[in-house]
């Protein structure tokens, strides 16, 4: 019998959209009924079950006895550039530091703390669909290995720190190729029971990232076109032309009165102003998605232009994406998803030549009066070795790396049983990458050069799983996952280089009349691994679960290959209770605890455990014969690191999911960290890799979201977190602990002690000018005053007088923001902050050094303003000295080294806590009925948005910007800015449509 539906006059009809309330709706039966529209209706006050991504598969948030934080790509405005820049203090217990401000440079990503002592260690699992993939690291992404470091050389038996070596290297960041347009969610495993599905490398983290897949449903078209403008942050406040020329004067004359250095004035250049401009960017991105019951699809396209605001220095990205899922009869489903990726970064050289412009001095011009660029010291008495002119530069070399990524999966899953579904996957990221580098003729190079480095990086995953879920007798629940994954990773690395170029046109190598190669060298790794996780939960109130990992690693030798990673856990969910079901304002309540094991592999290398050669050719009285040496000597009882990780949380949600609150508490214990150790040297190598460490972070993180007001026309949300971590270095496996960090530090390690975290500041205390005599003065460690540096005069093992003076990791870190609407208005704030941490002032130490340089000349820098008010007469109060002093006139060639500008002494360690404002973002959401009278009623949405990033920073930092790390993504060496180039401020504008 068929139903009829009478609509009276006046009367109320219901309207009801998933997902949301009924709304009443009045009828006028002078107005058609419309459909309701998305922007009409409230959300629905209770919510659905949150699906959350966990490894080899899914669980409900509320089921879940692990720790993992969530991310949802917020949809106010353009997303940035990099997945990371998606994150930056969004989750709890993830830090996320960026190099510098060169578009598509590194990233520094550590979660819950440093686990080990190796650069390549404390870098998360970064799994893309399941697959993992080439992550965050220095060894398979700089282009090339000459890095920025502080050498160590011996004067007077004395061990010495000297300054930072400014490096030629650039380091990419591998997350720039992932399209942050294309993701659905990421998902951050921190302890053991969310982590140990993953064995040896889950405890440094695991990153997950899901990408959009195709919905049944009508074919949906999705576009934003973004333009952007970039701006230098700040600047440093150095001297003018005849500021440095007087200063200069004044030093020389005072070092020796009777033969003065004059440098001349007049010449007044801004080299920053030179090289630097207000960039452009543009963005651009559409996507298509639709399917049945039987397929789906989703295809995206992307492009970004975001240069550098170093002139010449552009960063430039094609991003494709198709994912294809087709329904084969009732039981098997087969799918594929690839991602395509090319990127072409002209801004490799852009750390370098800012450090140049900064120090370059400004008495001399950018040109000479023919129009040629002008090279050298021009009429400065003395000057630096070699050709400066960061203009020149800039327009006449060429320096990129172009990039290209292929990620893809293929899958099939069959359903064996309604409960029980087997499921094989392959994977594949593919990287290949070229960098080049062409340095035009000048004067100390008459005929050019060039250099190439190719990177060609292969690695092949392939993964089977049986996953089942079963109900038993209503009241019990089993959800279980068994596996097996193989991964083979194969890396080629070729460099060049070619000198003697009769044109500044000619760019091939092969046209060089000097050409050799740098490096040739294959990489292999591989890793087999057996998996099971077994979930239970009773009546939905007692939860319980267990995961076991074996894995066997090609990195260390055949008695150590294999090692298991057990883990554990609990939950129980009061909320579920009888006794608490009157207490309706409480949706849930639940406590977790887990306990496992997890490891890192990475430490040891690619050949840690094997003996390393390296070949060497004598010169010509041994008639340059080639030869052999070792250079580490193998290692056969290197061993596995395993940490330990205890952790219990809670989960509260409140007021139909208006509040929710996650604590959690941590306590990870590292054993047998690997690091490089120093050997003696007579035995005839420096370093072996020896499982030499214990350490242990602890902390809490706490996550709140509120949804504060919620009405037809008005809604305000908010959310906070906040994560304290606290790293310690339990034991080192030596005698003389002292003597080992030393020796470590001078190999361009940290310098470490037990009882204290691995990014501890050791230093010699500086304490000030002596008003009366003008002097540096230092403190030892009996608290007696000297007038001259620790490490000068005392030679027998200066370093007891070293103090621990800070972390460079942040004792509290974390973000909030809110998110405000009204109307077709939306206004979203958000800030990061972090605090209690130290960072090494290297940017004031560099212009603060008017000493240096060497047999061919005076560095002559351009310096901070700061040093016009040096000591002159006794009584003067100024934190700089007499120009010549007991630190920087020790005799001889070593008169040029200063030893108040050491990165081991104290006087430029600043507190580096900050506030950032980083994003806020303003959008109107074009209402569908303007679109309709406009005759754009096909556009399902319409969004237009301005948006900007790094508004503002609060911090007692005296930098420009207190969130960089001169040493890339090594979380060890965090807490210097080496004249770092600054993040850029951005502005952005756009346009969001939906079809």
């Known amino acids: ?70 991310l949802k790509p917020n949809p106010t405005g353009a997303p940035p550039l990099t997945v990371d820049q998606m994150m930056v203090g969004r989750m709890s217990g993830v830090q996320i530091t960026p190099s510098s401000g060169v578009p598509g440079s590194a990233v520094a990503i550590t979660i819950r703390g440093l686990s080990t002592l190796s650069n390549n260690g404390n870098a998360p699992l970064i799994v893309v669909d399941g697959i993992p993939v080439y992550g965050i690291g220095q060894e398979t992404n700089t282009i090339n290995y000459n890095p920025g470091s502080t050498p160590g050389f011996t004067f007077g038996g004395t061990s010495v720190v000297a300054g930072y070596d400014q490096g030629t290297n650039f380091e990419k960041n591998p997350l720039a190729s992932i399209n942050p347009d294309d993701i659905a969610s990421i998902e951050v495993l921190k302890d053991a029971y969310a982590t140990a599905i993953y064995g040896s490398r889950g405890a440094a983290g695991v990153i997950l990232i899901t990408t959009k897949k195709g919905l049944a449903g009508k074919t949906q078209i999705n576009a934003m076109v973004s333009t952007s403008i970039s701006k230098p942050f700040g600047t440093h406040d150095i001297m003018t032309g005849d500021e440095y020329a007087d200063f200069y004067t004044a030093y020389y004359k005072a070092l020796d009165p009777g033969a003065p250095k004059i440098f001349p004035k007049g010449i007044n250049t801004n080299w920053i102003d030179a090289i630097t401009r207000t960039a452009t960017g543009l963005g651009a991105n559409v996507n298509m998605s639709g399917g049945t019951e039987k397929n789906s699809y989703y295809i995206s396209a992307g492009y970004d232009k975001m240069p550098s605001y170093i002139i010449n220095n552009d960063y430039e990205r094609y991003q494709g994406k198709v994912s294809v899922d087709q329904q084969l009869g009732s039981k098997l489903k087969v799918g594929a998803n690839i991602a395509l990726s090319y990127s072409k970064n002209s801004g490799a050289g852009a750390q370098s030549l800012y450090r140049e412009a900064v120090l370059r001095a400004p008495n001399l011009p950018i040109y000479n009066a023919d129009g040629s660029y002008a090279w050298g010291k021009g009429q400065n008495p003395t000057g630096p070795a070699g050709d400066l002119n960061p203009v020149a530069k800039a327009k006449a070399n060429q320096n990129y790396s172009n990039d290209g990524r292929v990620l893809g999966l293929v899958f099939g899953e069959l359903k064996l049983l309604p409960w029980l579904v087997a499921r094989t996957e392959i994977g594949t990221d593919m990287v290949n990458s070229r960098s080049y580098s062409r340095d035009a003729s000048r004067p100390h ?153 997890t ?114 026309d008005f809604f305000w949300s908010s959310n906070l977190n906040i994560s304290r971590n606290k790293n310690i270095i339990k034991k080192l496996h030596k005698t003389d602990p002292n003597s080992l960090a030393a020796t470590i530090e001078l190999y361009g390690g940290n310098y470490w002690l037990p009882g204290y975290s691995a990014s501890e500041f050791f230093m010699y205390q500086w304490a000030g000018v002596d008003k009366t005599t003008g002097q ?20 027998d093992n200066p370093d007891v007088h070293r103090k621990a003076m800070g972390d460079a990791m942040p004792k509290i870190y974390g973000g909030f923001g809110n998110n405000i609407g009204y109307k077709g208005f939306e206004l979203d704030v958000f800030f990061s902050f972090a605090a209690g941490h130290k960072m090494f002032n290297g940017a004031k130490a560099a212009l603060y050094s008017y000493t240096t340089g060497s047999f061919e000349g005076d560095d002559v820098n351009n310096l901070s303003r700061d040093l016009l008010n040096y000591w002159k007469q006794s009584g003067d109060i100024t934190p700089i000295p007499k120009l010549v002093n007991n630190s920087n006139s020790a005799g001889s060639f070593f008169s040029k080294y200063d030893y108040t500008l050491g990165r081991n002494i104290s006087r430029f360690l600043e507190d580096a806590s900050f506030l950032k404002l980083r994003n806020i973002t303003l959008a109107y959401n074009i209402k569908n009925s303007w679109l309709q009278r406009k005759g754009l009623g096909m556009l399902t949405n319409a969004r237009v948005f301005v948006q900007a990033e790094n508004v503002l920073v609060i911090s007692g930092y005296s930098g420009i910007d207190p969130e960089v790390s001169a040493y890339g993504s090594s979380g060890l060496k965090a807490g210097f800015d080496e004249l770092t180039l600054p993040n850029p401020r951005i502005f952005r504008f756009g346009l969001k449509l939906g079809l």
């Open 445 to 597: 190079l008459l005929t050019g050069s060039a250099s190439e480095t190719s990177t060609q990086n292969r690695k092949w995953v392939t993964n089977n799983t049986l996953t089942a879920n079963k109900t038993l007798g209503g009241v019990h629940t089993i959800n279980a996952v068994a596996g097996q994954s193989f991964e083979s990773s194969v890396e080629n690395t070729t460099s060049i280089t070619g000198q003697g170029y009769f044109s500044d046109d000619i760019l091939s190598i092969s046209a060089a009349s000097d050409k050799r190669v740098l490096t040739s060298i294959e990489k292999k790794t591989a890793l087999v691994s057996f998996f099971g996780r077994l979930n239970y939960q009773y009546m939905n109130r007692y939860l319980a679960g267990i995961t076991y990992r074996v894995d066997g690693s090609s990195r260390f030798s055949k008695n150590r290959r294999y090692v298991g990673f057990p883990s554990f856990s609990l939950g129980w969910v009061p909320s579920e209770e009888s006794f608490m079901k009157d207490l309706r304002f409480i949706d849930q309540l639940k406590f977790r605890g887990s306990v496992g094991f």
């Open 776 to 795: 540096p003065q230092w403190i030892d460690n009996t608290g007696k005053i000297l007038d001259k540096a620790i490490p000068d005069q005392i030679i």
């Open 1 to 70: 019998m068929r139903k009829k539906m009478v609509l009276l006059c006046c009367s109320t009809l219901l309207l009801h959209a998933v997902g949301h309330l009924q709304t009443p709706t009045k009828s006028d039966p002078a107005k058609p009924l419309t459909k309701p529209q998305a922007d009409t209706v409230p959300a629905k006050v209770t919510k659905m079950a949150e699906v959350i991504v966990v490894g080899y598969g899914t669980t409900d948030r509320k089921k879940l006895t692990g720790s993992v934080s969530t």
């Open 599 to 712: 490891g890192t592999d990475g430490g040891a290398g690619y050949y840690g455990n094997q003996g390393q050669y390296k070949l060497a050719t004598y010169s010509a009285t041994y008639g340059n014969m080639q030869t052999v040496s070792v250079s580490q000597p193998a290692n056969p009882n290197l061993k596995w690191e395993r940490t330990h990780t205890f952790d219990v949380g809670m989960d509260l949600s409140l007021f139909n999911s208006r509040l929710t609150v996650t604590v959690d508490y941590y306590n990870k214990q590292t054993k047998d960290a690997i690091l490089s150790s120093a050997v003696p040297s007579f035995m005839g190598f420096t370093l072996q890799q020896q499982n030499l460490a214990d350490l242990n972070n602890r902390g809490w993180e706490i996550s709140v979201t509120s949804s504060n007001i919620k009405t037809r």
